[in-house]
């Protein structure tokens, strides 16, 4: 999957989006919070002020002469909280939120909370403390104290919380919106490639020459590279077939010449002779069938015409014998192959299951997942494993009595691995020989 161009460009998005979102989160998150945590301490340190400006002394001790206006500080728990601690360690004045619990210099932690100090507030519940150092009077009467404000630690984090959880539900929003936006630029982005893809497809098929192109500018020197390497292609495989064929057609009189001076030789020698010249007249004609595979374009083949054409042919010669052919090929099963290579391959095949047949041949196909396998039997002899080596090999005969060059299988067996594909030689159910020829199934561009 990591060879994916589509799945990594979803993973970069997926952590460049991550990474992204996860910053934002920290910087607004930071930010609210040091906003509400201002908000928090302007409001404190205007309690500790207007407690300030309503303090005064009268003998030796802190009065105040006036309350506060917030209702809160009235309620037992009311969630906003005062203090006035003398320092030289007299009674401490209270708001009646703190109810009896007494905020303690030395209880004070250490470790701030948004700046703020935290002590223990009315039924054990956390409270979030400013204070400020004051003096009032002046020579012998000046008296020194500390002024606290706090207020309720559960109520500043129901605020961040309240924050957070819709900053949490937009972006979980954003992301799914950009990485729908990342998939569709990338689906957007890929599909000219998907278009080449298809071009190419149709070229290997044979229903283009060279790719036409009105695509994005990016791609563009992609696909001219493509064509020119199919114009040199062209042009290399065009000189290739024509040195073959003049090859081919080069033999063709010596050879002639050949078998006229062979019909001269002694029985037993001209049979020989006659056998060679044969042989390579069908390497020759082999050749150039080869070269051809090479440059012609790939037609739809279907499989029950080649056949059947075949099958009614070699019926003529089989009707003697007395053989059943039995044909199982679906009407509709289809293979991308010159149709002249795919009946030479299979003629070649059903020649050699005719000469052996006592009184059965079958001939089947079918789609194998990216496959297409077509099968010949017959109840011959048939042949032990150890000899289907060397019938595939050019010019070999199982044995001395049997007629023929040795050159049908090896010559289907070129056939077929020209496309891709493989011939093996098995045992018949019928008992004797199966031929089980496999092509790959190239599936037509959409």
Known sequence: MMGSLRFRLAVGALVAIGVALTIVWFVLSHLFTDYLADQYSYEMTGVMDSLAARLTVEDERLVLTGELADTRFDLPTGGRYWQISPNDGGRPLRSRSLWDEEI?????????????????????????????????????????????AGFSKAEMEKVLESYHRPLRLMLLSIGGILLLAAFLQGWIGLRPLARL????????????????????????????????????????????????????????????VLSHLAESLPAEKRDTAMQQIELVRQRSDRQLQAARMGVEQMATTSLLGISGKLVNVLQAFTSGKGIDWHVDIDPTLTIQADPADIAEALGNV?????????????????????????????DGPGAGAESYDRMLKRGITIDDETSGSGLGLAISADIVEAYGGKLDLLASKLGGLMVKMTLPAREAAP
Request: proline fraction near 4%.
């Open 350 to 378: 059903l020649d050699n299951a005719v000469r052996f047949a006592r009184s059965r041949i079958e001939l089947s196909a079918r789609h194998d997942e990216r496959h297409v396998v077509l099968i010949v039997s017959d």
């Open 104 to 148: 303690a210099a030395g209880d004070l932690s250490e470790d701030l909370y948004c700046g703020f100090r935290q002590a223990e507030g009315p039924d054990g519940l956390p409270v979030l403390v400013s204070e400020k150092r004051m003096s009032l009077g002046e020579g012998a009467a000046r008296k020194d104290f500390t002024v606290y």
């Open 197 to 256: 893809r298809d071009s190419v497809a149709d070229i290997r098929a044979g229903r283009l020459a060279h790719i036409g192109w009105s695509g994005p500018s990016e791609v563009t020197p992609l696909v001219r590279e493509i064509n020119l390497l199919l114009t040199e292609r062209e042009t290399a495989v065009e000189r290739a077939r024509a040195r073959a064929s003049d090859l081919a057609h080069g033999l063709k009189t010596p050879l002639t």
